[in-house]
């Protein structure tokens, strides 16, 4: 779990202790003369002198892997003060097979109250069927439109471990043999389920090349929500140039790294990320201001939404918060998919750029999580990330007269400058003994 | 005056008998059929007509576009060579750096026992067809191939140039140059580049409408003006095509058809620098690694389009021969080789990668690369007095950061860091791969904007401004190499205010 690439990292080993559990002395006064410099040099250079491993439960701040979280998390009492970085529940959104039920549940309430056109603005997944218990609604649907491309993903594997397309039934017959499988035994490591998902034939390319997109999303609080959206990310390029002809190829199709640095042609030294600020800049160039704004406007509405669906069914306690990455891709019509959410995303670095990104990315997740009390809890902005979400949308302060006062923009900047530095320091000037509201 | 008929002769002579003047014969005739026509006033309305339809503006963007690419006017009675570069001892060094390059060019050719050209078979022909829009994929075996030169040995030939009427003294002092350039050549020094309208105003959405109306009115003139403030991100494809007067006519599309089908017939010896270029640079750039394939697209035709040997009538340069064996073996004939006279070298497809940006269409990018390269990147290659030519650029550079850092210079120089040693591949690619691309656009934004390459020498000595602190504490030419090795965070505009405003004070 920790960020590989930094190989200062000799945390003192652990006893049985949990990983990457850091603890102060218990003291408040204490407190703040040691998160300090935890917080300020990130947890990957926390191995120095200051922090010292500590035994079960004597933690204030734990960034755990969700193996831990399941083991131990309801045997754990936590103060007030203390900070997790997982809810109980996550799976719910990060699941595929959950997250697509939620959804879908989601989209059949918003009909029923809002009406269709409402609903559908939850079409941004493409057609899912969890297997096996949906196995015969997706052979019906399947049926229903022969010659396309379906992709199926075990539910809770990630790195695309598992995954393989498909075009024909037979390919997943011999599956479904196993595949009547019980409820209870999913919980366990052996037993997977899948998603069925519709294969989205024409990505948006660049230079024949399929990409996707990282976004990272955080959330402080599900009731009232309350979510950033982190203005870096990046674009994922596959190796290799698109083609429906050869589904085989899981090069091709699956664009990410882990997959990507076992092809052939995988040069590690070339790179296949754009920063988002390129990919938002190329896209601009291409289409024009507008239409790219429209599409990041459909983008944060897919956040909004996926976390808006697993709301009420999340269990909201005010020690978590949680670091989604979430997947998308365009199509060719530069409608945004989502694939998936990620609970955990990845934070070793592909190349130094990649560091600075995810380091830059932590450090802000450090500063809204806020274990100083520095903040006032009124601020729309702390670095890179900017208050997307919070039990309401958010809009910018600063008003385009004109445009006339009617037009509210949202409050989000993906893709673009991102002077965190600058605002961080207009943002945390010492205001001794400020409380959080 | 006789200066200004000579040219409007010359632009009409060229404008006789292309596409343009065609169609507006065309539309003249059509003209005729109006009702509003009268005999008594054919010519006032014919005219009055071909404005309000649009014609007329683009008679004036191909008139406009002529004048940027005019050879230089000179004596009647002098020769071309003369008249492209008048000193003569810069006429010799490119006379003697072309014999260089061509000769490193056949010696490669006879020890790979590679033809310099040659017809392909069918069947490859057949292949390359089917590849070509994922050349990338290809792996040739590249390793026998070198770049024929590279900058670094051009800065040689440059810091080699001296002019022989120069006595120059070997004393050091406050009033010599310092730099590594030894000829003495006119260079606008800071203030006079401040005259020049070089403030930088933001683009604000105030002026998006105005952006709109540039592209409607489709007015050259008015879309170069424009660039001079920066185009905005989503309008710079079609200022820039606007302001090259670019089309993508179905003539066009022919032409760049035509040099597609050139490329699949024959292979060429310099096929594989590009290739080798490519794989060598932008491939490994994490920007422009995706756009590989369009850059062999772009490269290989541009190698073989002879519309590229008229801007020899303005370089100074002349187009490498090559001799050819006849069909019968008995005669050699000497040939331009390659066909647009052009022979690539390490770092050249840098120039096409950050128009990958802006451009898809393989033709469309293809005529904004040409236009481009006839207008401004050959001559950071090619030896003259111009003052947006490589010598006058690079002495620029010296002398602003002499004249306005003398302390930097000076220890540089001490620890034998000449300035233009790092500079000079900033130079030589106009930023290209050392800027983010954003930036680097930025930059070209005004390149086209004041029709004129100081700026990259301006925006060169205020990298060195920039940092100059960290500069002032090196102590070797490794260590100044390592503190201006990333240049990819710099933000343009900013630094270039800095340098022309605080310093021209």
Known sequence: MFPVWCNKLTLKQQTAGPKGAYSSQKKKEGVSAVLLRCVSLCFMLASCIHVSPCSDGDWDFNWCDVGW???????????????????????????????????????????????????????????????????????????????????????????????????????????????????????????????????????YLIAGRKFDLRVYVLVTSYIPLKAWLYRDGFARFSNTRFSLSSIDDQYVHLTNVAVQKTSPDYDPEKGCKWQMQQLRQYLTAKHGFETVQTLFKEIDNIFIRSLLSVQKTIINDKHCFELYGYDILLDQDLKPWLIEVNASPSLTASSQEDYELKYRLLEDTLHIVDMEGRLTGKEKRVGGFDLMWNDGPVYTDVGLETLGSSCLVANTHLGCVNDRQKQLQQLLKPFPGQKRT | ?????????????????????????????????????????????????????????????????????????????????????????????????????????????????????????????????????????????????????????????????????????????????????????????????????????????????????????????AAQQYSRQGCPTGLRAQLWSLILNTTNDPEDITHYEQLKARVIHHDLLVDNLIYKDVKLTASNDDYYFVFEDYLYQVLL???????????????????????????????????????????????????????????????????????????????????????????????????????????????????????????????????????????????????????????VAVLATAVFVFRAENLMEVTSLASAEAVLADLSTLKVMPLLQIFLFATSV
């Open chain 1, 69 to 203: 979280l399941r083991e131990n998390f309801d045997h754990s009492y936590m103060e007030e003060h203390v900070r997790i970085c997982h809810f109980r529940n996550h799976y719910e959104l990060t699941r595929k097979n959950l997250m697509v039920k939620n959804l879908k549940r989601y989209r059949k309430t918003l009909e029923r109250e809002a009406g269709r056109l409402e609903a559908s603005k939850c079409d941004f997944f493409p057609c899912t069927f969890v297997l096996p218990s949906e196995y015969h609604i997706f052979v019906e649907e399947f049926k229903r439109s022969p010659g396309s491309t379906w992709i199926m993903k075990p539910v809770a594997r990630s790195q695309g471990k598992g995954i393989f397309l498909f075009r024909k039934l037979k390919d997943i017959i011999d599956w479904k043999k196993d595949g009547s499988r019980s409820e209870e035994q999913k919980e366990e490591a052996q037993v997977e389920s899948y998603v069925a998902q519709r294969y989205i034939e024409n990505p």
């Open chain 2, 1 to 221: 005056m006789m200066d200004e008929s000579v040219s409007i002769t010359q632009i009409v002579q060229r404008l006789k008998g292309t596409n343009l003047h065609s169609q507006l014969e065309k539309q003249a005739k059509e003209c005729l059929h109006k009702p509003e026509i009268k005999l008594e006033t054919l010519k006032d309305d014919v005219r009055r007509l071909l404005k309000a339809s649009g014609w007329e503006r683009k008679l004036q963007n191909a008139v406009y576009r002529e004048l940027h690419i005019l050879p230089p006017p000179g004596h009647p009675r002098a020769p071309p060579e003369h008249t492209k570069e008048p000193l003569a001892y810069m006429r010799k060094t490119q006379v003697n750096w072309e014999k260089r390059i061509l000769k490193s060019l056949n010696s490669m050719c006879t020890e790979l026992g590679i033809p310099l050209a040659r017809k392909r078979p069918v069947a490859e022909q057949k292949e390359l067809t089917n590849k070509w829009n994922e050349m990338g994929t290809d792996e040739p075996d590249l390793s026998k191939f070198r770049p024929v030169y590279a900058p670094k040995d051009f800065i040689e030939v440059l810091v080699g140039l001296k002019n022989p009427n120069n006595e120059r003294s070997e004393d050091l002092t406050v009033r010599s140059h310092w730099g590594l350039i030894q000829v003495s050549l006119n260079v606008r020094d800071i203030l006079q580049m401040v005259s020049l309208p070089f403030f930088i105003s933001l683009p604000s959405i105030f002026l998006m409408s105005r952006h709109k109306e540039l592209v409607s009115e489709q007015d050259s003139a």
């Open chain 2, 301 to 455: 035709c541009f190698s073989r389009d002879t519309a590229v040997l008229e801007h020899f009538n303005y370089n100074c340069a002349t187009p490498p021969k090559s001799c050819i064996q006849s069909k019968s073996g008995s005669e050699q004939c000497a040939v331009v080789y390659p066909p647009n006279g052009v022979i690539p070298f390490h770092g050249f497809s840098m120039y096409v990668a950050p128009l990958c940006f802006l451009y898809n269409e393989p033709s469309k990018l293809y005529s904004v690369f040409r236009e481009m390269y006839i207008r401004y990147f050959f001559r950071l290659h090619s030896i003259s007095s111009h003052p947006s030519g490589i010598v006058s650029l690079c002495l620029q550079f010296e002398r602003l950061l002499q004249t306005h850092l003398p302390q930097l210079f000076y220890h540089l120089r001490e620890i034998g860091a000449q300035p233009l040693r790092i500079a000079f591949k900033w130079i030589v690619r106009a930023f290209s791969g050392y800027l983010s691309t954003d930036q680097l656009l930025l930059l070209w934004d005004r390149i086209l904007g004041y029709d004129s390459l100081e700026i």
